[in-house]
């Protein structure tokens, strides 16, 4: 009899585990496991919520929706995005306004391809609550000019060019170590002319952020974690901005097993969310 019920118990276990299947799990910056409740908690005590992503990354999304409504219960917000470019906020606004339609806002702005699955339902969002929603990102041609030519190069921009971008000249500090990584890409070879163009995203969206930030509220922004990570990139921009705004940074990563936090990605974020790498992909 002892033995039945000792198997019944593994029986019980064995598929108790098995059900346990868990797509993600919260690490603090140190590596311990924290909670959602805690996420929400430390998010409303700061001015800026850098939310990191994989753009592809479909539990990623989920938070992100996830994290805006419960934030939205406790306080008011505004909304901003690496995905939208500067240049197209006023066919964001008509959108918000109900001025343009879904419809013409595909036709008038440029959208990224999983713009319907993973970046719609927060516009639709801000828009049902009244939100603003900034498109913080600089306009990618000038990005690709500065890859091309040059920081310089931003010099010869009219002056409404020069209203789509972060105030020039843009500071760039080669020594921060994610912009050092860029440079050892291709071999070594690939000079500084690539994060001198991630700097002009940084630095952009960080320049939209912080003008549009509103007393009383959180301003939470969408963007590839690499712009993030390491409290380098945006967040490293919108302290030279402002030194005094609080921000809380996430960073996402995929592991095989989401247990533990590996040690490479110690100090990455405040928060980082580990997800199965399994987890399915948006594209």
């Excluded at 306080?75 to 959108?95: C, H, P, R, S, W």
């Excluded at 409404?160 to 860029?182: H, R, T």
């Excluded at 409290?231 to 809380?248: C, D, R, S, V």
Aim: charge should be positive; avoid cysteine; glycine fraction near 4%.
């Amino acid at each position: 009899m002892k033995k039945l019920i000792v198997l019944h118990i593994a029986i019980v276990s064995f598929f108790g585990m098995a059900q346990d299947k868990k797509s993600y799990q919260l690490f603090d910056k140190n590596g311990k496991k924290t909670t959602y409740k805690k996420l929400v908690a430390s998010s409303l005590k700061n001015d800026v919520v850098l939310f990191g992503e994989y753009h592809n990354n479909s539990v990623a999304h989920w938070l992100q929706l996830e994290l805006t409504k419960d934030l939205a219960e406790k306080t008011d917000l505004v909304l901003g995005a690496e995905m939208l470019e500067a240049d197209n906020q006023k066919q964001i606004n008509q959108y918000l306004k109900n001025e343009i339609t879904q419809k013409g806002l595909d036709t008038l702005a440029r959208l990224w391809n999983n713009y319907k699955t993973d970046y719609k339902p927060l516009v639709d969002f801000a828009k049902e609550k009244k939100f603003d929603f900034i498109a913080t990102n600089v306009p990618r041609r000038y990005a690709s000019l500065v890859f091309k030519k040059d920081l310089v190069a931003l010099d010869s921009l009219s002056t409404e060019e020069k209203s789509w971008i972060a105030p020039l000249p843009i500071e760039f500090d080669v020594n921060l170590p994610g912009y050092q990584a860029m440079m050892g890409m291709q071999g070594g070879h690939a000079g500084d002319k690539m994060p001198k163009a991630q700097a002009i995203k940084d630095a952009t969206m960080a320049y939209f952020i912080n003008k549009n930030r509103k007393e009383n509220s959180v301003f939470i922004h969408y963007n590839g974690t690499y712009h993030s990570d390491n409290f380098e990139g945006i967040n490293w921009y919108l302290k030279k901005y402002n030194a005094e705004t609080k921000i809380i940074t996430i960073a996402t990563v995929e592991q095989k097993d989401i247990s533990k936090l590996e040690k490479e990605y110690y100090n990455k974020a405040d928060f980082i969310i580990v997800i199965d790498e399994d987890v399915t992909k948006t594209y």
